[in-house]
């Protein structure tokens, strides 16, 4: 069946760090994934998307590439700040099998950035 | 626009009780879902509709009830709390199609005693 994997965290980096937060994925077809992101005590907000293999999706200075040959899709940040600290989530979209109209998820990944 | 609204967004419960998480969107949006979080669990599917009157089960139903008698609300109900029922509950709405935004509430933290 479809599902996710992203890594473990959580991830406590300093200031201007690079990010980088690992997602694969299992698919029938050519599912849409997604990044998500929850800040402390909110719901879960779009971060970007990509819809086919090879597209980058960017957003707020993150960006994720849709790779289909290794079936992943990482999320990078070049320099993070204090106040992309929150839990990210992947997640992938079919209109097909038992997922029919459901995002599947990953698991989440805590971001914690230090001044 | 309002988005997803879910009410309440803090409940405590006996065990036992019973109660009814309100969510309501004003998107239009054909498919809700319910999921509940949980530490090291990420998100998980309980409930979801893919237009008013139809409703299937996801990954963790037991304990729960939905129904979906308007595009507009899909509230999921407790029928006998149960501490193992302690997590927040996020509501979300989505348009048909695999590319579309799921759109999420605020969500309801819930705690069973």
């Known amino acids: 069946g479809n599902s996710v994997t992203q890594m473990e965290g959580p991830v406590t980096l300093s200031e201007e760090a690079f990010l980088t937060i690992n997602c694969t994925y299992t698919?029938?077809?050519?599912?849409?994934l997604f990044w998500y992101v929850q800040y402390p005590g909110e719901g879960l907000q779009l971060l970007l998307k990509?819809?086919?293999?090879?597209d980058k999706g960017s957003n707020k200075g993150f960006e994720a590439t849709y790779r289909k040959e290794t079936t992943s899709f990482h999320l990078e940040k070049g320099s993070v700040q204090v106040s992309d600290s929150a839990v990210y989530f992947c997640?992938?979209?079919?209109?097909?099998?038992?997922?029919?109209?459901?995002?599947?998820f990953g698991k989440g990944t805590k971001l914690s950035v230090k001044p | 626009n309002a988005g997803v609204t879910q009410t309440p967004k803090f409940q405590v419960l006996k065990t036992g009780q019973s109660m009814t998480l309100q969510c309501a969107q004003d998107?239009?949006?054909?498919?809700m879902s319910w999921y509940r979080q949980d530490p090291g669990m990420g998100l998980r599917l309980i409930h979801y509709?893919?237009?008013?009157?139809?409703?299937d089960q996801g990954e963790v139903p037991n304990g729960y009830n939905v129904s979906r008698s308007t595009t507009e609300d899909f509230p999921l109900r407790l029928l006998s709390a149960a501490p193992s029922q302690t997590s927040v509950y996020f509501c979300?709405?989505?348009?048909?199609?695999?590319?579309?935004?799921?759109?999420f509430g605020q969500g309801t933290r819930l705690t069973v005693v």
């Open positions: 698919a029938t077809g050519y599912p849409s």
């Open positions: 998107m239009n949006h054909e498919y």
């Open positions: 509709s893919v237009g008013a009157g139809i409703t």
């Open positions: 990509a819809t086919k293999a090879d």
């Open positions: 979300a709405s989505r348009q048909p199609g695999q590319n579309t935004e799921a759109f």
């Open positions: 997640a992938l979209g079919t209109d097909y099998g038992g997922s029919q109209g459901n995002l599947i």
